[in-house]
């Protein structure tokens, strides 16, 4: 490991592009604290603490800042985050996936098409921007946290909603510039950086707890305990997230004169975790809802204080964070936008299509029709074992924190979207670096060498 440290630092173009990310990372990091002139920091804080940890406000604000590297537990430049140029980029994603649209059309003209749904993309994203800074300072507003006078000035609400969108357009540059200069995915590598900035409060919590012998505290087995979940998970994650379900694919022979071309066997791998952290990341933001909905309506109905406001009262209880309907209700969710996505994004007429053009076909299968069927077969199946990886990984941070009581600042490193995005992004970086130190014949974190193997005549660099 470390003689492969060693050699990306001597490959001068690799180790200017990690420079290069790292500098973008920490430039996000400053702006990450920079606060929104006008916003009363303290009294934003204490309305925070003061909400519990399963409140849909709490739970709301949590995912919001955790999906898109933002901050809205303290208002900054950058507390939108880059969660408006996700939101649109997965609006024309799934746009585009529709048979016969405009956008269909544009990705199938190649790169231009492709560049002019970027450039509809980035407009998309400013008036996102716009529509969630309004929000969010309205919120501020009736919660009392503008500071007085400013609130019913027109400039100020100007130079706020300006600051914020600046701030998701100068983010969503960054990932641009970390894609173009850089070494991995911006955007992701920027959620990443604001899911592992929380790590240091999640080890100041997890050592505030321990206490050997003390009533209420964690003693050595709970340290082990947690220990071994964070490994088990973390492993897990990584290889559910690189498995494969790998098809033989054989190539048809072609004769030209006295040689024979083609009769090559190779396979098509089917991710089993196709959707990524997609399906959660859809479920989580509509479990917030019926909370929220719950509550409105058994307030509105407290005057009566009938059968239908205890109804009400036990609905909004049980769909909470942690309690069993709302477990079970999230787990078929997950599911359910699991093959929603595979719906959306994978498309078997497609691909039989294409392995019929390029002269390919699977053994035993007569190409088209049979063939579709066969990977849509294949593709359900291996959804459903994807999907409760996504159910375990959701959920286990939840059962962590109500059996053995802990804060849900270390339970968050269990599982859940951040776990996932971690491990997804990471892999990636580690498999551009080993593409780049394949590509000078020096062995790398993935291949299993012993990190110096024989080198390519020539400058390093």
């Not at 300006?162 to 510039?177: D, I, N, P, S, Y």
């Amino acid at each position: 490991m470390l003689q492969t440290l060693i050699n990306v630092f001597r490959i001068a173009e690799l180790r200017n592009k990690i420079l290069f990310t790292l500098a973008m990372l920490a430039v996000y990091r400053i702006g990450h604290w920079i606060p929104l002139p006008g916003i009363n920091q303290e009294q934003l804080k204490k309305f925070f603490e003061s909400q519990d940890a399963g409140s849909a406000v709490k739970k709301a604000t949590d995912f919001i800042s955790l999906f898109s590297g933002g901050a809205f537990g303290h208002s900054t430049i950058f507390g939108l985050g880059v969660m408006p140029y996700i939101s649109a980029g997965i609006i024309f994603q799934l746009i585009s996936s529709i048979p016969g649209s405009r956008l269909k059309k544009l990705q199938e003209e190649g790169p231009t098409g492709r560049q002019k749904i970027t450039e509809w993309t980035r407009y998309t994203t400013v008036g996102l921007c716009i529509l969630q800074a309004v929000t969010y300072l309205g919120i501020s507003e009736k919660s009392n946290m503008i500071y007085p006078g400013l609130a019913s000035n027109p400039l100020w609400w100007i130079m706020a909603i300006a600051a914020m969108t600046a701030g998701c357009v100068f983010l969503m540059w960054l990932g641009e510039q970390i894609d173009r200069f850089g070494i991995g995915n911006g955007v992701s590598m920027i959620i990443m950086a604001g899911i592992l900035a929380r790590m240091p409060d999640a080890i100041k919590s997890a050592v505030g707890m321990f206490g050997p012998g003390e009533e209420g505290k964690m003693g050595w087995g709970g340290v082990l305990m947690l220990v071994l979940c964070f490994v088990g998970v973390v492993a897990g994650s990584v290889i559910m997230t690189v498995a494969q379900r790998r098809i033989p694919i054989q190539q048809a022979k072609h004769t030209r004169g006295r040689r024979v071309f083609g009769g090559q066997k190779s396979y098509l791998p089917l991710r089993i975790n196709h959707g990524g952290v997609m399906p959660i990341v859809f479920a989580s933001s509509l479990m917030i809802f019926p909370s929220v909905v719950f509550s409105g309506l058994a307030e509105a109905t407290k005057a009566s204080a009938g059968m239908t406001h205890g109804i009400l009262q036990w609905m909004q209880s049980e769909l909470t964070g942690g309690q069993f309907l709302h477990e079970i209700v999230y787990i078929v969710m997950i599911y359910f936008f699991s093959y929603f996505w595979i719906t959306v994004q994978f498309n078997p007429e497609e691909m039989s299509k294409q392995l019929r053009e390029h002269g390919s076909f699977i053994p035993g299968l007569r190409p088209g029709p049979r063939t579709a069927e066969y990977l849509e077969t294949v593709m359900t199946r291996i959804t459903y074992v994807g999907a409760a990886f996504l159910c375990i990984i959701a959920v286990l941070p939840t059962i962590v924190q109500k059996s053995m009581n802990i804060d849900p600042n270390i339970t968050q490193f269990l599982g859940g979207v951040g776990l996932l995005i971690v491990v997804s992004v990471t892999l990636d970086f580690l498999q551009r670096v080993e593409a780049n130190l394949l590509m000078r014949n020096y062995a790398g974190f993935l291949s299993g060498g012993d990190g110096d193997g024989p080198r390519l005549k020539g400058p390093r660099g």
